[in-house]
């Protein structure tokens, strides 16, 4: 059997009918292939709460093709006055085949248990472990449930009807940059902030801008309501003379507000101008546009709430 300090992790997700094709979108650019139903095994290190679809992971201490394997590596914790908790993942499926139903999930956890050194608490653990089943193998190591941090930003002092929800604007950041270590992100149609919000609670260095200064001061009043910090500038995108590695733009929409197909042209020419990569909310296609700005489509997907259908595009 082979032992590792978290080089590897278990990845547990979910998301619903309508969200399959954003999950899969920002799982691809978070992880950068195509991820399994379920769970999957992964190098790169992201954090559980980070994508409002990954629900767990598992930073593997122990891999083995049986638990028996498994439980021998388990005296290696030796845990002197602290308390655990194990978690069998519940999408793990036997070795052999078949899954773990909520009962042997539960006998797991108990078994295991018994091969480390410390005292086992359900409630209040002062160390989380996880177990895990997957392309023939078991792996064992440390445990994280994501907390929905988004859902926390979801009250905030300025609502606007249209802006992109929490959920969708943390995915979009997360499409946008993959990596934050280093880049430099603007929004420079931000309206109330909701994406702005979303990327300074996770690290991103990002900068605002948006025409409407009642926007601007909408998104000021979001972002310190959340103890951020964050630069928001009223004017137009093309007024823009900085440059970026990435702009994440949702277009205006015309069924909302009074731009005209020349003004949106203007907005994907000058996101040419200013970034490199470009991620683009579009209610409407805009493949025509982004040929004629210079711009190569590397990935797209969709999110869907009801009837109304939003296209995440991003372009290089």
């Not at 064992?140 to 802006?163: C, M, N």
């Not at 990569?277 to 990935?299: H, M, Q, S, Y």
Request: charged fraction near 25%.
């Amino acid at each position: 059997m082979e032992m590792r300090s978290s080089e590897s992790f278990v990845y547990a997700y979910t998301y619903s009918k309508e969200e399959h094709s954003l999950c899969m979108l920002e799982l691809r650019s978070l992880f950068g292939e195509e991820v399994p139903e379920g769970l999957f095994l992964s190098g790169k290190d992201i954090p559980a709460g980070r994508s409002p679809f990954i629900r767990e992971k598992v930073g593997v201490f122990f891999e083995a093709e049986t638990l028996t394997e498994i439980s021998a590596q388990l005296g290696q914790l030796k845990l002197g006055n602290e308390t655990f908790k194990i978690i069998c993942l519940k999408s793990s499926e036997l070795p052999e085949g078949g899954a773990i139903d909520y009962k042997e999930r539960r006998l797991i956890e108990r078994e295991l248990g018994q091969y480390i050194e410390g005292e086992a608490d359900v409630h209040h653990p002062d160390r989380m472990y996880g177990i895990a089943a997957l392309n023939g193998k078991w792996y064992f190591g440390s445990y994280d449930r994501s907390e929905a941090v988004w859902l926390q930003h979801i009250k905030k002092p300025r609502q606007y009807s249209t802006a992109l929800s929490t959920r969708l604007a943390r995915a979009v950041v997360n499409i946008a940059v993959p990596d934050p270590k280093g880049v430099s992100v603007i929004d420079p149609c931000c309206g109330i902030g909701n994406i702005l919000v979303e990327a300074l609670s996770m690290g991103v260095q990002i900068s605002g801008r948006d025409i409407n200064p009642l926007a601007v001061t909408g998104a000021r009043e979001n972002i310190a309501y959340f103890g951020l910090i964050g630069e928001v500038a009223v004017g137009p995108i093309e007024k823009v003379t900085a440059r970026y590695d990435t702009a994440v733009i949702d277009l205006p929409y015309n069924l909302y507000t009074h731009i005209t197909h020349e003004e949106q042209e203007s907005i994907i020419q000058s996101a040419r101008r200013i970034a490199d990569r470009c991620v683009f909310v579009t209610i409407d296609p805009i493949d025509r546009e982004l040929t004629n700005a210079g711009f190569k489509v590397i990935d797209r997907g969709f999110a869907v709430k009801s009837r109304f259908k939003r296209e995440i595009v991003v372009c290089i």
